[in-house]
């Protein structure tokens, strides 16, 4: 069992930054490839970032790369999430997800993982 809870939201100008972090419990993070979704109102909820269990690999939507680093410290049980030159289409409530899965390997997909956080608010004005 893996708890999540997410941090860092918050509202922010176009243009500007931000990082959230995702705290999992258990002495097994390092066992879970991790990922970071986002929902906006009216819309489904996307794929925004994956990273496998040693941070080796990771991967990003389109319309977020060269803006959003995805990384984690399996020291500190964390996952982060920084993201760069924000867009107002990026304002969502945005999620961080964990899969046990197999090492080495990215998980893109919302339904391939198992256990999720409660979201964060990020907010970027125009």
């Known amino acids: 069992q893996v708890q999540l809870v997410e941090s860092g939201g918050g509202l922010v100008q176009a243009g500007g930054s931000l990082r959230l972090s995702c705290a999992a419990s258990?002495?097994?993070?390092?066992?879970?490839?991790m990922g970071w979704f986002r929902q906006a109102p009216g819309k489904e909820r996307e794929f925004v970032s994956a990273i496998s269990w040693t941070g080796g690999r990771t991967a990003y939507v389109d319309s977020v790369k060269g803006r959003f680093t995805i990384s984690r410290d399996n020291a500190k049980n964390t996952l982060y999430l920084q993201m760069n030159s924000l867009k107002p289409e990026d304002t969502a409530v945005y999620y961080c997800?964990?899969?046990?899965?197999?090492?080495?390997?990215?998980?893109?997909?919302?339904?391939?993982?198992?256990?999720w956080g409660q979201g964060t608010q990020v907010t970027v004005s125009s």
């Open positions: 258990g002495r097994t993070f390092n066992s879970y490839a």
């Open positions: 997800a964990a899969v046990r899965g197999i090492i080495g390997i990215l998980y893109l997909r919302d339904r391939e993982y198992d256990y």
